[in-house]
């Protein structure tokens, strides 16, 4: 695999705001960034926004059990998140979760969802069961208060009664910090996500790769893709201001190749800074025996740097399962 190293990020005029908190030495001190948890997505002061397709009601529960029972819902009725909250270096904070929905065959009613959130041990700590069909409004919301430092939230949208896959959303918002040290977040381009120190894990499809591009240029040539063979993710590192020092991140894309046994496709992976720099590649030729994986380690990334990375499909099946994994180092201390 042929992988370009990483240039410093400062001299490329990446993006990079320092939040650096002073810390009294009489207060308690700060909280540590939460471990990654497996399955768990971390979130961090600015929340998250899920867009997903409903489940399906379980016809046998409706007509046993009547609207309005909460109980025997098949498991297909169910869309699941599993949250870290990592608000690191405050102690505490609010959050609340709302859930929305769109009903696009019966304009006249709303469906009915309802929202339940769980603890790691699976105990049900919070509910919003709001009957929405005819004239109830169409979200439910809970509020959790005083959550701390790396509590793992899951959360059940449940379709009681409404259109099959229609698309709804998952608003996890994060406020009311408590604690000794609260930081200034960082700033959030749109279509941004924030990166945390327990890093993310992205499972997508891949991209339709360019056939004249194939055709033309040989397979290895790594110009003339069309954009559908691209797949893009923008980041914003967010750390705790204890560790705003200079950062290394490590960015690995995999993915698989259902239809040829014997061959393992081809992507590239491409990461740039926020004036649209390329700043480091890996491009090795994957296609026969080659590694079923393109990594790229970035160091020296300030706190609050933005960059961008680009999966290509060069020459796979289109539409392949893909991950992308993004993990910070060890944390440096901030100096």
Not at 45 to 67: A, C, N, Y
Not at 200 to 224: A, C, H, K
Not at 227 to 244: H, K, T
Request: proline share 7%; aromatic share 6%; glycine share 12%.
């Amino acid at each position: 695999m042929q992988i370009r190293p990483a240039l410093p990020l400062v001299a490329l005029g990446v993006l990079a705001v320092s939040s650096i908190a002073m810390h009294d030495p009489e207060l308690a001190p700060p909280t540590e960034p939460c471990a990654a948890v497996e399955g768990a997505e971390a979130i961090g002061v600015h929340g998250t926004l899920e867009s997903f397709r409903g489940g399906t009601p379980d016809p046998t529960s409706l007509i046993d059990q009547g609207i309005g029972d909460q109980t025997g819902l098949a498991g297909v009725s169910v869309t699941a998140f599993h949250y870290l909250v990592d608000i690191a270096p405050a102690d505490t904070a609010t959050v609340t979760i709302t859930l929305d929905w769109d009903e696009p065959t019966q304009p006249d009613l709303r469906g009915d969802y309802d929202l339940h959130v769980f603890d790691a041990e699976g105990n049900e700590i919070a509910a919003s069961t709001g009957d929405n069909l005819l004239g109830g409004a169409q979200a439910e919301t809970v509020f959790l208060s005083g959550v701390e430092q790396c509590t793992q939230v899951i959360v059940h949208a449940k379709n009681w009664l409404g259109t099959p896959g229609a698309e709804a959303t998952l608003d996890v918002g994060i406020s009311n910090l408590q604690g000794d040290h609260v930081d200034t977040p960082c700033e959030l381009p749109e279509g941004a996500s924030a990166l945390l120190a327990a890093g993310t894990g992205e499972s997508f499809r891949g991209g339709t790769p360019d056939p004249t591009s194939v055709v033309d240029q040989g397979i290895g040539d790594q110009t003339g893709l069309a954009a559908a063979s691209v797949n893009a993710f923008a980041y914003v590192l967010d750390v705790p201001s204890q560790y705003a020092g200079a950062q290394s991140l490590s960015i690995t894309l995999d993915w698989d190749e259902p239809t040829q046994p014997d061959l393992r496709g081809d992507y590239d992976l491409h990461v740039f800074d926020a004036d649209g720099n390329e700043i480091a590649a890996s491009t090795g030729n994957n296609l026969t025996g080659g590694v079923q994986a393109e990594t790229v380690s970035l160091s020296g990334v300030s706190d609050c740097t933005f960059f961008e990375v680009h999966a290509k499909n060069w020459l796979g099946t289109p539409g392949a399962a893909a991950t992308l994994d993004v993990s910070p180092g060890t944390l440096t201390p901030a100096s």
